[in-house]
C-alpha cells in the first residue's frame, strides 16, 4: 500500500488506539496522527516503546491502570504520574517490576489478591501487608511461591 497517497480524510479514520499500534511500529507516520484522539491506554502503549512522543501526551487522560503500565517499561515518566488515581492492583502491578515506586504506594488500597500479587515477586513489602485482607485463593497462590509466609496465615 502507497501510504503517501493517503489523504487527510483516510488517516482521519485510525481512532487513539489504531494510532497508538500503528505508531509503535512505524512512528515515521507521526505527522498525520490526530494526537487529540488518544485516551490514557493509547498513550500508555505508544509511549512504552515510543518514548520520544511524550510531548505530544495528555497526562491527564491516564488513569490509575494507564500509569502502571506506562511506569513498568518506561519510569523516567514517573514525574507526571497522578498516584492518587492508582488502585491497589495497580501498585501491585507496578512494584511487582518497578519496587523503587513504593515510597508513594498507598498500601491501604492493596485487597488480598494485589498483596498476594505483590509479595510472590517482592516478598521484601511483606512488612506492609494486611494479613486480614487475604482469602483462602491469596494464601493458595503466595505460599506456592512464598511458602515462608505460612506463619502469617493464623493471624490473617
Excluded: I, N
Aim: glycine letters at 6%; charged letters at 35%.
Amino acid at each position: 500500500m502507497d501510504y503517501e497517497k493517503y489523504t487527510k480524510s483516510d488517516w482521519g479514520k485510525l481512532d487513539g488506539f489504531d494510532w497508538a499500534l500503528l505508531l509503535k511500529v512505524q512512528p515515521q507516520f507521526s505527522e498525520h496522527a490526530d494526537w487529540e484522539k488518544f485516551d490514557g491506554d493509547g498513550w500508555s502503549r505508544l509511549l512504552c516503546d515510543q518514548p520520544e512522543f511524550s510531548e505530544h501526551a495528555d497526562w491527564e487522560k491516564f488513569d490509575g491502570g494507564d500509569w502502571s503500565w506506562l511506569l513498568r517499561e518506561q519510569p523516567r515518566f514517573s514525574a507526571y504520574a497522578d498516584w492518587e488515581k492508582f488502585d491497589g492492583h495497580d501498585w501491585s502491578r507496578l512494584l511487582r517490576k518497578q519496587p523503587q515506586f513504593s515510597a508513594y504506594a498507598d498500601w491501604e488500597k492493596f485487597d488480598g489478591d494485589a498483596w498476594s500479587w505483590l509479595l510472590r515477586e517482592q516478598p521484601q513489602f511483606s512488612a506492609y501487608a494486611d494479613w486480614k485482607k487475604f482469602d483462602g485463593d491469596d494464601w493458595s497462590w503466595l505460599l506456592t511461591e512464598q511458602p515462608q509466609f505460612a506463619e502469617y496465615r493464623t493471624k490473617g
